[in-house]
């Protein structure tokens, strides 16, 4: 059996996968200074970025949620890898031959089929699609297309196929491929009844790719009117590759001028992306049979770059019937996810992107983008006009409806912006308005679903212990200067730190990256280790000391961009003389309190130990002087 990866290879890997191109086809990276990029953490929700990746050194780490590591481990945690399929997804893409120990066994996989074999299969099932929609067979789909506006250039583009009538087209081919059944059905694209069959079948489809570009599922629209299944739209089950919550069809065609223009514009289909893109907003994406959700937004602002506030737009189109009415609503409620403004654009006509770009061509697009109005204005404009505002009460009850609204805004600093376009709206003082919206604050919810007020906090059970300063307290940035110097510049550091001792440390997390740094030979050994800092992050055992490590390899140095050796000979003379001068105080205090009369001996040793720290500090000092 074919045994581990040879560590000279996955050395290579690393070496040739720059972490910045990894990265950037998940996150929108902007420059932060000393050789680092920054942008929105993929994995936490966050309206400031804080999430820094310093291509120098292959390293990614997140200030806000503690998370790090290199290319391997932000694959690993990206896409739910395991570390094999990791390296092997990069030796692929960079072409790097991995060779294996003999006489090794491979790590054990997690059960069911890897995720390379699931997006190989889609794949292969998607150019099988594509291939089908220039048969006989698929006349109609093709008729669909073409009566949308769409032809073989289009459906090319966007890689639209035709799933064949025949039960087990799809389910053959795959055989074919050498899938086993238990792959398809993983993969969504087989279903398992008494027997195998393909789960889609007579159906217009479109791929569904995520960010990179790799097909993870399939929208499938119905055009046969004997279609034993009667929803209009099919679309692939959740898989462990698929999650509906966290996809947006055309994101992967979308996502470079989302982040060229900080603009995204979010549709309701599949062709209304098409027609959008062939009409020149290359902005636009779609949920895939759900509703926008908290989950869509976040992947929207990763590519967005939303955390500069004002700075992108996100505009929704809706319909203008009663359903559109509703999915403005539901995207007002999660407006607050983004930092960027929100806008709606509705054609006055009633038509969506697709039939507007048919019956009147490209510029209508992009006008009705061009045409979009703030989202907030759009839906207390549906609200108040519910109501007939030339009557007394009907002014009241629609102020009372829409400032309920305005007082679930969460940014406290939009609420006085919309109290008075409402005031404006329903024809009333603003300080009226202003006094309906503090009042539907106060009456806001009080209990839960089931009318129940929320349990009191438990009393504390125990005594807490004492908190640890925060890793970035400025009473210990020395330490944190001095352990950035040794993770990102070994080399520079060289015999710097020999006189370095544990003890330097006072904070139980630097103190263990420095043992860590000891029991693997040193900064010298890392001089010459391109996986230096890797090396280090994989020793520790406790997740903070593995966090901490990855973030003092990615976070600039405060004074200087490219240390030479005086300045680190300063730095780890100053961090020594610290230590001496912690020393110097509890000397000092212990002599306070001890009697020269009743313990002479005692006081003596103390006294000329003290003279002896503050020659040797004062040593430190001269000497880090001297280097500055």
Partial sequence: MAGRIREEDIAEVRQKARIDDVVSSYVTLRPAGGGSWKGLCPFHDEKSPSFHVTPA???????????????????????????????ERLAEKYAVTLRREEGDVREERPRGPQRSRLLEAHRVAQQFYAEHLSGPDARAARQFLDERGFDQAAAERFGVGFAPRDGEALLGHLRQKGFRDEESVAAGLVAQGRSAYDRFRGRLLWPIRDATGDTIGFGARRIFDDDRIEAKYLNTPETPIY???????????????????????????????????????????????????????????RFLHDFEEFRGEVIFTFDGDAAGQKAALRAFGGDQNFVSQTYVAVEPSGLDPCDLRLQKGDAAVRELVARRVPLYRFVLSNVVGRYDLDRADGRVDALREAARLVSSVRDRSK???????????????????????????????????????????????????????????????LERETLKLVIQHPGVIGRSVAEVEPHDFTHPTY???????????????GAHDPGWAAGLRDAATDPAV??????????????????????????????????????????????????????????????????ALEQHRRALRELAMGEQ
């Fill in 415 to 477: 609420v006085e912006a919309f109290a008075r376009e409402l005031a404006g709206m329903v024809g009333v003082d603003v300080e009226e308005a202003r006094l309906e919206v503090r009042r539907a604050a106060a009456r806001g919810p009080r209990t839960d679903d089931r009318g129940h007020r929320p349990a009191a906090p438990a009393e504390p059970t125990e005594t807490p212990r004492p908190q640890l300063p925060d890793l970035r307290d400025p009473r210990i940035s």
């Fill in 546 to 611: 593995s966090s901490a490590i990855s973030a003092l390899g990615v976070e600039p140095l405060l004074t200087v961009k490219e240390p030479d050796t005086a300045y680190v000979s300063a730095h780890v003379n100053r961090l020594r003389e610290l230590t001496v001068l912690r020393r110097v105080a509890d000397l000092k205090s212990r002599l306070q309190r001890t009697n020269p009369v009743d313990h002479p001996t005692e006081y003596n040793r103390m006294f000329g130990e003290l003279v």
């Fill in 243 to 301: 999650k509906k919550s966290q996809v947006l069809y055309g994101i992967d065609l979308a996502r470079r001028d989302i982040a060229r223009t900080s603009q995204a514009v979010v549709v309701e289909g599949y062709t209304d992306v098409m027609a959008c893109h062939l009409a020149g907003v290359p902005t636009a994406v779609a949920t895939c049979g759900t509703a926008f959700g908290d989950e869509h937004a976040r992947v929207l602002r």
């Fill in 57 to 87: 050194r292959q390293f990614w780490h997140c200030f806000g949620c503690g998370e790090g590591g290199d290319v391997f481990t932000f694959l690993m945690k990206i896409d739910g890898l395991s570390f094999v399929e990791a390296v």
């Fill in 511 to 525: 103190r263990a990256v420095w043992e860590i740094v000891v029991a693997s030979g040193g900064p010298s050994v």
